[in-house]
């Protein structure tokens, strides 16, 4: 049983350019959640997908956008990139469908992004 | 809004040793809690969570935490520390289990042989 894989694992990027980060869920999730993991701190939310739809989003701008396709896997997207955009991307996988308590987040290895 | 502190950027225990790592949250509602560790160059891996029910936690790797609610806390212990154990590890809150996680800093565990 794959878990979550993302794509690519490592990546270099210039100031102002645009980037697309990609996450396929773990079998039997539907829901998708994104975080920005700076050096030396913990992930930050971005946003969470479910039902092709962004449901929560967390305190990031609107350079930073998302999508879900019909077979749950999504894409981040970052657009005219920072300096300070520099950070791991972590995906995270979960299903609505467990009852309450019981659901397990899972996350990926995780997207290096470096902005120079 | 949820708030997660965790005592301690960096924590050095000789291998065999207890490890002891704190956490204590800020919630407004019934939290579900959990540790997450994460190796060098690795995303995060769950160690245990703590939902309803029983305060004690048990997880992998021989850890384990205890939610106490009068102390907003839900340290993390082992009893022996092993070399094997160095890594990151995040304190995390959310509101219903699959929501959004609210991490702490992370504490940098060092096993000195």
């Known amino acids: 049983d794959a878990g979550v894989t993302q794509s690519p694992t490592h990546l270099i990027k210039t100031r102002g350019q645009q980037v697309t980060l990609r996450c396929s869920p773990k079998?039997?999730?539907?829901?998708v959640s994104w975080y920005q993991q700076a050096l030396g701190q913990g992930p930050q939310f971005i946003f969470q997908?479910?039902?092709?739809?962004?449901?929560q989003r967390g305190n990031f701008p609107d350079r930073f956008s998302g999508h879900q396709f019909p077979n749950y896997s999504s894409e981040l997207n970052v657009n005219a990139l920072l300096l300070g955009d520099s950070a791991l991307y972590l995906c995270?996988?979960?299903?609505?469908?467990?009852?309450?308590?019981?659901?397990?987040?899972?996350f990926g290895e995780g997207s290096w992004l470096t902005v120079v | 809004a949820q708030s997660v502190t965790q005592l301690g950027s960096h924590v050095s225990v000789s291998e065999g040793a207890l490890v002891l790592l704190r956490c204590n949250y800020s919630s407004s509602v019934p939290p579900y809690l959990f540790w997450y560790v994460q190796y060098p160059n690795q995303g995060l891996q769950l160690l245990l969570k703590?939902?309803?029910?029983?305060?004690l936690v048990k997880g992998i790797n021989g850890f384990e935490a205890e939610f106490k609610k009068s102390e907003t806390s839900f340290h993390l212990t082992k009893p022996s520390a092993h070399m094997s154990d160095a890594a990151e590890y995040f304190c995390a809150v959310s509101q219903f289990g699959n929501e959004k996680l609210t991490f702490g800093t992370g504490t940098r565990l060092t096993i000195i042989p």
């Open positions: 703590y939902t309803t029910g029983a305060t």
């Open positions: 997908y479910y039902e092709e739809e962004e449901r």
């Open positions: 079998s039997g999730h539907d829901t």
């Open positions: 995270a996988s979960s299903s609505r469908f467990v009852a309450e308590g019981g659901n397990t987040i899972y």
